[in-house]
């Protein structure tokens, strides 16, 4: 059998694993508003690599495919990328250090071609380690970060103290945290849900996971820290579905086809667990609404240790018993 060119093969526009719908491409050109890119489409208007596609649903690779309307091509969209970098320690994750302090940056880490126009999604602290991801796509990152969205962020902690059943109870209904703005302490507000596991106690440290929808300041460290275990190690093995799983420290790599949908699914799903897992969030100033007691201390003493060191109690030894 003589082999096909594989220039030769007919394209399928209605091969979704293409990439995105045709009418979003064209509204994403600036063609016209997506329903009007529709009509273009069932009218005949549009052609893809020189053939009519009048029939939708229809989809294409924006890179690669020539698409016309009307005879004209569309403007052709700036390739997107996302790559993932195993973020080593004494690395900030900004695309440029303040001058006078001069340090490594996560994009010094990136030799791509078009790194210039990379930058980080989040934050990782300066001794953070593990996954950031880095990309040109402004609306992913915003939906990534934003808790609204609920992308769950995985880390593994290894702390001081044996972080007893009860505080990770604690650290899972959500802990008062400080809210700053500005560099003033504007009151305290609760942490949303977190997931918690220990994987494993020591007598004076304990290794644990977790995954956090939001991401507030050093909130794994401060929540650590207000259970009485400060963190000693912490990397993100995790953003949603996206592993760091066999990338070496310092080393990056794009993300595949199916990593990039996969986050896209779980921004689209987050939103509906995010809505029903919204935090009981204290108002800052509305005092009001903090409904018990137990909550109003929780908040003053969230506030008492805005301003403090983090290790404000000492590790606990044991495992039972009442800590306040
Ligand atoms: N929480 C922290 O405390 N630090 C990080 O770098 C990320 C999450």
Redesign the pocket.
């Known amino acids: 059998m003589p082999r096909l060119d594989p220039d030769d093969i007919p394209a399928r526009y209605d091969d979704k694993s293409r990439g995105p719908r045709l009418q979003r491409t064209l509204a994403e050109a600036g063609v016209a508003a997506r329903r009007v890119c529709e009509q273009l489409i069932l009218d005949g208007e549009v052609e893809v690599n020189g053939t009519i596609v009048d029939t939708l649903p229809a989809f294409v690779d924006p890179e690669r495919d020539r698409i016309t309307v009307q005879g004209r091509p569309i403007k052709r969209r700036s390739r997107k990328l996302y790559i993932m970098l195993n973020k080593p320690t004494h690395t900030v994750t900004t695309t440029a250090d303040e001058p006078d302090l001069d340090r490594r940056t996560v994009l010094d880490l990136v030799d791509h071609p078009t790194a210039d126009r990379l930058f980080p999604v989040g ?3 300066f001794d ?1 380690t593990g996954l950031i991801l880095l990309t040109n796509d402004g609306e992913l990152a915003n939906k990534l970060t934003h808790p609204r969205f609920g992308v769950v962020k995985t ?1 593994h902690a290894v702390v001081k103290g044996r972080l007893s059943d009860e505080d990770a109870a604690e650290l899972a209904r959500g802990i008062y945290l400080a809210e700053r703005k500005a560099g003033r302490t504007e009151g305290a507000s609760r942490t949303a849900r977190v997931e918690v596991r220990v994987h494993k106690r020591d007598r004076d440290r304990t290794v644990l996971e977790l995954k956090l929808r939001e ?1 507030r300041n ?5 929540m650590l820290a207000a259970v009485g275990c400060p ?1 000693k190690k ?1 990397e ?1 093995v995790a953003m949603g579905p996206v592993k760091l799983k066999g990338l070496p420290r310092g080393a990056w790599r794009e993300l595949s086809r199916g990593e990039i949908d996969a986050l896209r699914r779980a921004i689209t799903r987050g939103k509906g667990d995010a809505e029903k897992a919204e935090p009981k969030r204290a108002p800052v100033r509305d005092q009001g609404e903090v409904r018990s007691r137990v909550d109003k201390r929780r908040m003053k003493n969230a506030v008492a240790r805005a301003g403090k060191p983090e290790r404000t109690r000492r590790p606990r030894r044991d495992d039972g018993g009442s800590r306040r």
């Open positions: 934050r990782l602290d953070t880390y991401g050093r909130q794994v460290r401060r963190v912490l993100r």
